[in-house]
């Protein structure tokens, strides 16, 4: 029987693998508390434009079990900035229909419409 992780372990995990795949694509990463309940922890990528913005396919094939919303994107004087929240999967998250969530609902519901047509 496995026991998922909680809390701040889940915190470390995704620290120590966006690090990870951050630091082997020359990007800068750096972390923040979560801002909404149903964020973990907030990343900020900076570097090449290029780079930073391939990195969040990247981190979803690392991150498998949470998920990622890109909340903010800017040029910076020296290369580009990509803020996303980790968040538990949807379907993990307590049942609260709040703001965010409804429209997190309202996308996946169109994408599972327009898949069986």
């Known amino acids: 029987m496995s026991v998922e992780p909680q809390g701040n372990e889940q ?13 082997a694509a020359g990007i800068l990463v750096k972390f923040a508390p979560g801002r909404r309940r149903t964020d973990i922890v907030i990343v900020v990528l900076r570097g090449a434009r290029y780079q930073v913005l391939s990195l969040p ?14 909340m903010r994107s800017d040029r910076q004087d020296e290369g580009y900035s990509l803020m996303l929240a980790v968040t538990e999967k949807l379907e993990r998250q ?17 994408e599972v419409l327009l898949e069986i047509g």
């Open 11 to 23: 915190e470390a995990i995704i620290r120590r693998r966006v690090r990870e795949v951050a630091e």
């Open 57 to 70: 396919l990247q981190l979803a094939e690392e991150l498998p079990e949470f998920d990622l919303e890109i």
């Open 94 to 110: 307590e049942p609260r229909l709040e703001l965010e969530r409804r429209a997190k609902l309202r996308r996946r519901l169109e």
